[in-house]
């Protein structure tokens, strides 16, 4: 017989240059790599053993698998204050990922750090800055064409420092993490919010805005606020046309868009078994939506056959090994609990306008009828970074197929966005993207597409209402097309496909007919489809770029006359004395995403320039004076005009100024740019009832105050035209309230107290006047 170490170096020759550990194969006990692309980098299940035990043995209770994996991270264990949602925990993350809009600001930010190399495996992925206009091959080429600046900095960049690169047209940012580097256990970080899609493959996998991706690059600790726990526990079985999709609609209008704020959402139960790998990564990915920090499910045979068929078998048989740390203790307690049967689970459609307005398929067009919601489907879309996966595809092909045997296409516009170059290879060569064409779809770039905005529609003009059905995951005004009358609901590909093929609100595939060609009615049959293809999967063209061992001639060029690019200056720092007469600039009316905040769409296009890019902010805030967007009073001129232009004004002028906001101020997205462009034209502090978590941390990060009412019925004591002075910021403390006064021009004051949650290492990023300044007075 061959020696040991010869069998491994032919069996490696013989699978190729992604099958660099074989051995680990062979010996279940050797290390195990977190990804065939970084061959010396391992997972270290032993130390998150140990850092368990630790722990279960100072709280001396049972632990959730939430607590399993974000504990088995702590920096110190032994010493770490543990609290569910009121200390800080300091974590050592196994990886970093970054999508290209968010990661020019990062890399940007890490330059100016100073650093050599990244400390943790670190990934890029061009996902976001390709337009869907006609179809996946012209449009890549034209992205290509017209970000070339955009991904040679980023290419570049990655070389220089170590991260590695995924090219246009490689696919959505997690798909291919779930494909390549998600797995159980890990603890992931992610510059895009909806980094939770990981938690599908058992992992903790969280959304950051840039400045935390730096920490995290730069070997720092990262702080997190130690989570609640909200326990969904699962039984029955899904069956019919109810899908994974269904379930996270459904915990959607439970919970509401801010009711998983702090918390992580755990899944469990014998019906999680129901539920294909991809499927949990659905949910997970959407509960983004609830504001959760993350979401996951527990280690079982589902992960462990998709990471045999995803090439990870290394991974699938050590997970086996220490599946006991994979899964919630027997008897833990979870802070809020939540139960779904899953036999009695209809299919869901949630919206217009926001992701937490459920309807059952069955009942939602009578209410459309009801409230005035146009019944006729203009598009369906499916795809996207929560439903792009083989047996997506696949459910929505056997929908598909039907109508084509009964000489039926689509009666609305249908488009098909692979989540991967891996799923579109396999599904171009199993016959399902040639079904969905013949039913009428086009088949898009692997990339977000319109989800982000990244459509140029032009079956409508701006203004005129309409009605969309997508199987994404946000459908906040104007997201998907940039028109305020487009209503967007979300629902699962299936049902998409069926509602796009009826062409109406009004058709439930469960109980209605469809007339086909001939004539003669019939009804569509609850799809069935492969979880996973039946022979491996084709990994399509090669588009991952490694960065070099040896980096030293690695130049990285940002031209001073550059519109796409712009090297980023210190924010100042704080004075050290109160903020006395803040203008406030705008007073927000109900819902303010991050997409209110800093627009997607075209503005993607100056995500790395810092000046260019803060030319929308608040564009989409409602102004509580006169229920517009984009039109606040100028405090000195008292004439109205757009809001950027107006925060120019004032920064020209040395006026700081102040914005006030609704609830779950900051919803929705990760961009950082939303915390960047106010700090960066003189902002000083956000004043609102309560935020979505990312965005507080961001504005934090950059040497924002972001602050909520001890009162939230003082919002209304609040006027566009008043001026506020925050005053305690001598003596900054956690937990210690800082006083508002509120001076109205008829010359009378008012004081309210307005509550924060900064720990130490916060307030002393307030003080050196952001994270990063603060990183490098510390190096």
């Known amino acids: 017989m061959a020696p040991y170490s010869l069998l491994v170096t032919r069996l490696q020759k013989a699978l190729g240059v992604r099958q660099y550990h074989v051995a680990s194969v062979l ?287 290394d991974i699938a048989s050590i997970a086996e090994e220490f599946k006991d740390h994979l899964v919630p203790d027997p008897g833990c307690h979870y802070d809020q609990l939540i139960e779904i049967n899953l036999n009695e689970l209809k299919p869901h459609i949630n919206g217009p306008f926001t992701p937490d307005l459920a309807h059952p398929v069955a009942e939602v067009g009578n209410v459309a009828e009801k409230e005035g919601w146009p019944l006729d489907i203009r598009v369906g879309l499916i795809g996207s970074c929560t439903n792009s996966s083989y047996e997506d595809m696949g459910r929505s092909a056997a929908v598909a197929k039907q109508a084509l045997a009964h000489g039926l296409k689509c009666k609305s516009q249908f488009t098909i966005t692979p989540g991967s170059e891996q799923i579109r290879a396999t599904i171009e060569r199993d016959g399902y993207a040639q079904i969905l064409r013949d039913v009428g779809g086009i088949v898009l770039a692997n990339a977000c597409g319109p989800c982000i905005g990244q459509w140029d529609r032009k079956d409508i003009k701006k203004g005129e209402k309409n009605t969309i059905v997508t199987s994404y995951n946000r459908n906040f005004t104007g997201r998907n097309d940039a028109n305020p009358e487009t209503h967007a609901f979300v629902t699962s590909p299936e049902i998409v496909t069926a509602l796009a093929i009826a062409g109406t609100l009004k058709f439930n595939p469960e109980t209605d007919f469809l007339t086909g060609k001939d004539g003669k009615k019939f009804r569509l049959e609850a799809p069935d489809a492969d979880e996973l293809p039946q022979a491996e999967f084709d990994p399509g063209q090669d588009t991952y770029q490694h960065p070099p061992k040896d980096s030293s001639g690695q130049r990285v060029d940002v031209s001073p006359s550059s519109q796409r690019l712009q090297l980023l200056e210190p924010f100042d720092k704080w004075d050290g004395q109160d903020l006395e007469d803040l203008q406030i600039l705008i007073k927000v009316k109900g819902k303010c995403t991050t997409d209110h905040i800093s627009a997607a769409g075209p503005w993607l296009k100056f995500r790395g320039h810092l000046d260019n890019i803060s030319n929308n902010l608040l564009i989409g805030a409602i102004n509580v004076e006169n229920g517009k967007a984009n039109s606040v009073r100028n405090a000195v001129t008292q004439e109205f005009g757009p809001v950027p232009d107006t925060a120019r004004f004032y920064k020209k002028h040395g006026i700081r100024w102040v914005v006030i906001g609704d609830e779950n101020y900051g919803e929705g997205s990760s961009r950082e740019h939303a915390a960047l462009e106010p700090r960066h034209l003189g902002g000083r502090a956000i004043i609102t009832k309560s935020f979505a978590r990312i965005h507080e941390t961001n504005l934090k990060k950059q040497g924002l105050l972001p602050l909520t009412f001890a009162d939230p019925a003082d919002y209304n004591k609040i006027h566009p035209v008043d001026k506020l002075t925050i005053q305690g910021l001598k003596d900054f403390a956690p937990g210690k309230p800082l006083k508002c006064i509120i001076k109205h021009p008829n010359g009378t004051q008012e004081t309210i107290l307005l509550n924060h949650t900064f720990n130490e290492t916060q307030i002393e990023w307030f003080r050196a006047g952001s994270a990063l300044n603060r990183m490098k007075e510390l190096q």
């Open 27 to 313: 010996c279940q006990r050797a290390k195990v790599a977190m990804s065939h692309f970084e061959p010396n980098e391992y997972i270290r299940y032993d130390l998150l053993e140990k850092n368990i035990n630790i722990v279960r043995k100072r709280l001396n209770r049972p632990l959730t698998l939430s607590e399993k994996i974000v504990y088995g991270h702590l920096d110190d264990p032994a010493n770490q204050e543990i609290e569910r949602g009121k200390t800080y925990l300091r974590l050592r993350p196994d990886r970093v990922a970054m999508q290209d809009a968010t990661a020019q600001m990062a890399m940007l930010q890490f330059i100016s750090s100073g650093l050599p190399k990244v400390a943790v495996p670190s990934t890029i992925h061009c996902d976001h800055l390709i337009e869907a206009q006609v179809g996946g091959e012209k449009d890549l080429r034209r992205a290509k064409d017209i970000n070339q600046e955009v991904y040679n900095f980023l290419a570049t960049a990655g070389a220089k420092y170590g991260v590695g690169f995924w090219r246009p047209g490689s696919g959505i940012i997690h798909q291919i993490i779930l494909e390549n580097y998600a797995y159980p256990g890990v603890l992931l970080i992610g510059t895009d919010s909806h980094t939770p899609n990981g938690g599908g493959l058992g992992g903790i996998c969280i959304g950051v805005g840039g400045a935390d991706a730096v920490d995290v690059m730069a070997g720092i600790p990262w702080e997190l606020k130690c989570p609640k726990v909200i326990g969904v526990k699962l039984t029955g079985k899904l069956s019919g046309w109810t899908s994974p999709k269904d379930v996270i609609l459904k915990v959607a209008g439970i919970l509401t868009v801010k009711g998983g704020t702090g918390a992580i959402v755990e899944y469990h139960g014998p019906g999680v078994d129901s539920i294909s790998c991809t499927g949990m990564a659905t949910i997970c990915n959407m509960g983004a939506e609830i504001g959760a920090t993350t979401s996951v499910f527990p280690y079982n045979h589902r992960m462990n056959k998709y990471l045999n068929k995803t090439g990870r078998a």
